[in-house]
């Protein structure tokens, strides 16, 4: 199973059907991620058997 794939999918579909918003993903960050340029920025801690943390960025103007 493919973690990354899977957590990007489940995440495209929670804001396609709850905001009807289609996301534009970029390649995943692994490691350190460095200077992200944005204004928001939401994070989720996996645990247990699967560990990690999906971060999703984006400028002020569409968070509004």
């Known amino acids: 199973m493919n973690v990354g794939k ?3 999918d489940s ?3 929670v ?5 009807m918003v289609k996301l534009d993903v970029g390649e995943p960050i692994e490691g350190d991620g460095g200077d992200v340029p944005a204004n928001i ?14 971060a999703v ?5 569409v968070a509004k």
């Open 57 to 61: 960025h984006c400028p002020a103007i």
């Open 11 to 13: 995440t495209n579909e």
């Open 41 to 54: 920025t939401s994070m989720i801690g996996l645990g247990k058997d699967i560990k990690g943390m999906l």
């Open 6 to 8: 899977a957590i990007i």
């Open 15 to 19: 804001f396609l059907t709850m905001l």
